[in-house]
Nanobody, 121 residues
Framework: QVQLDESGGGLVQAGGSLRLSCVAS????????MGWYRQAPGKQRELVAE???????NYADSVKGRFTISRDNAKNTVYLQMNSLKPEDTAVYYC???????????????WGQGTLVTVSS
């Protein structure tokens, strides 16, 4: 059993900032990759940012220079610092943990329930 608990979403004006947090809990041995995805109304879910256990990061072109992903391996937590927010950033943001090594020595993926970010113009 693995759960991802997201927090930090809310309503913010354009140009503002938010920080999303995601804490992984339950029975697992390690998590290789963690990331944030988002899904806007009527759109497909897309990758926003991802980070490996070693700290290598990757960002969607639309958020480069504005968003920063980080993780605390000791706390099994991943963060997404979002600055200079734009109305087009409005979406439900989902935390993802990829290649989670479970107690049964299987690599599985897990998703959070999502947190809504609304950016007003």
């Amino acid at each position: 059993q693995v759960q991802l608990d997201e927090s930090g979403g809310g309503l913010v004006q354009a140009g503002g900032s938010l920080r999303l947090s995601c804490v992984a809990s339950g029975s697992f041995l390690s998590i290789d990759d963690m990331g944030w995805y988002r899904q806007a109304p009527g759109k497909q879910r897309e990758l926003v940012a991802e980070i490996t256990s070693g700290g290598m990061t990757n960002y969607a072109d639309s958020v480069k220079g504005r968003f920063t992903i980080s993780r605390d391996n000791a706390k099994n937590t991943v963060y997404l610092q979002m600055n200079s927010l734009k109305p087009e950033d409005t979406a439900v943001y989902y935390c993802n943990a990829d290649r989670v090594l479970t107690r049964t020595y299987r690599y599985l993926d897990f998703w959070g329930q999502g947190t809504l970010v609304t950016v007003s113009s």
